[in-house]
């Protein structure tokens, strides 16, 4: 038989079913990798105030969690490896409280691998100015928030992971890495692929592209998930890929959900940009000559991916501080309601401005009337419904502002319309924001640490 690899995933972002990875090897016991996937942009900010506050911090707890679950496999012989980077921003500090887990529960001979060095928040705070460090999609210069930067990690790719598989590490920890590149590690690792062989890397990376967000590819999200057959146990992907990059995806026999051409697709143009173009760190990704067949169920071919030398920059996900914001909510029952929910969250900004705290930002909803994603609702709002829910958000640099804000919605109880309800929540509370700012820098700035990490 060809040499096959398999390669699962069980955590699309952080806050995916804690028992996934458990589950997904109990279902398929003969997968060799896990992959694990828990940042997002918002992540990291999440993360950063949570390292503020405590610098042993930082990382995906959850992720310990999970190792732990595994170890009865590891226990019975299971020789799955898994590739994670719910390091966050401090991976350290993740792979040391996984070898305690470990050791806590008898196998301590795992060796736990640690993949740093895509903090790039120095580099920075020294040279703000620069070129590369412009917002990708506005254009502004870094040297406006730069103030503000709690955090700046580069998106690294496989390479790392490689060396830390081929130094025989059965739990890889990174912290910010290119969401494919966990996919392609362990398969340049095991086929020993040239970092020239762009086909093989790019066809690795539509590999981890489509199991990169979990059960999306089995289903979720998908305009079709209304006919999904057992959705409550909806299965997590895996890929079986040989020596030349062709792989197969598919699902563990009995779940729910389906592996179809209809929900590869979808997942495969999600958060695409150039499909004659995809970048990832790793390579150039072309998907343009992609063929997908069934071949079983739930089972899907796909060949065909063609790559080409990647950018000499890495992209940047940075974070920086935004002011405060809060939203609160109302329900307001009885005829005319979503015209006396509207009003409602007039009356809150008047007051806002006539204390002199109006906010710099505001929004007012009424959910239920077509107000979720402007200009698309079915005239709902010209309807009289006898319910809404209003929602009014707010946002500022001064808290004081955002904490007065709080203080609005309560009195609309005896001095608003008849019929507001929903009120037991209390007021609403006030939020740190974090900015989402995203740039380049050059690859040559940048040095990936792989490091072996022992308590």
């Known amino acids: ?110 060796k736990v691998f640690v993949v740093s060095g895509d903090d790039v928040l120095p580099i920075f705070q020294k040279n703000p100015a620069a ?59 095991h086929f020993h692929w040239s970092w020239e062989d762009w086909d093989k890397i790019a066809s690795a990376t539509v590999a981890g592209h489509l199991i990169e967000c979990g059960t999306q590819v089995t289903g979720g999200i998908s305009t079709g998930w209304m006919e999904l057959a057992e959705v409550e146990q909806i299965g997590f992907p895996f890929v079986e890929i040989d020596a030349g990059g062709s792989f197969v995806i598919t699902q563990p026999d009995g779940t729910g959900g389906e592996v179809s051409v209809r929900t590869v697709k979808e997942q495969l143009l999600y958060e695409v940009g ?5 970048l990832s760190p790793d390579v150039t990704v072309s998907f343009l000559n992609l063929s997908l067949n069934p071949v079983g169920d739930d089972r899907i071919s796909i060949r065909g991916a063609r790559g080409r030398t990647p950018t000499d920059c890495f992209k940047v996900s940075a974070a920086y501080r935004d002011g405060f914001m809060s939203h609160g909510l109302l329900t307001v029952f009885g005829r005319d309601a979503a015209k006396k929910a509207r009003l409602c969250g007039e009356i809150v900004l008047k007051r806002l401005e006539m204390s002199g705290s109006k906010p710099e930002r505001s929004l007012i909803e009424c959910l ?37 804000f709080t203080k609005e919605l309560a009195p609309l109880i005896t001095s608003g319309p008849q019929g507001v309800t929903g009120y037991a929540a209390g007021r609403p509370k006030v939020r740190e924001v974090f900015g989402f700012w995203p740039c380049l820098i050059s690859k040559d700035d940048v040095e990936p640490i792989v490091k072996m990490v022992d308590a």
């Open 368 to 404: 239920g009337t077509g107000a979720s994603v402007a200009g698309v609702g079915n005239g709902a709002s010209k309807v009289n419904l006898m319910e809404a829910v209003l929602r009014v958000s707010v946002a500022d640099p001064r808290r004081e502002v955002v904490e007065r």
């Open 1 to 110: 038989m060809a040499d096959i690899l398999r390669i699962g995933n069980a955590q699309a972002f952080w806050g995916d079913s804690p028992g996934a990875p458990a589950r997904l090897l109990a279902q398929q016991p003969d997968l060799d990798f896990l992959t694990l996937d828990y940042l997002a942009e918002v992540s990291l900010s999440i993360l950063a105030l949570q390292r503020e506050k405590d610098p042993a911090a930082g990382y995906a707890r959850d992720f310990v969690d999970v190792v732990k679950s595994l170890v009865p496999f590891w226990k019975k012989g299971s020789r799955v490896r898994v590739v994670s980077n719910a390091g966050g921003l401090n991976p350290q500090a993740c792979a040391m409280a996984c070898i305690e887990a470990l050791k806590a529960a008898g196998c301590g001979h795992l």
């Open 131 to 189: 070129d590369l460090f412009k917002n990708l999609e506005t254009g502004e210069p870094m040297t406006k928030i730069a103030g503000s930067l709690v955090a700046a990690n580069a998106y690294l790719g496989a390479r790392p992971i490689v060396e830390a598989l081929q130094s025989g590490a059965d739990i890889v920890v990174t912290g910010r890495v290119a969401d494919p590149s966990l996919t392609v590690g362990p398969c340049a690792a």
């Open 274 to 278: 150039d499909p004659g173009g995809y």
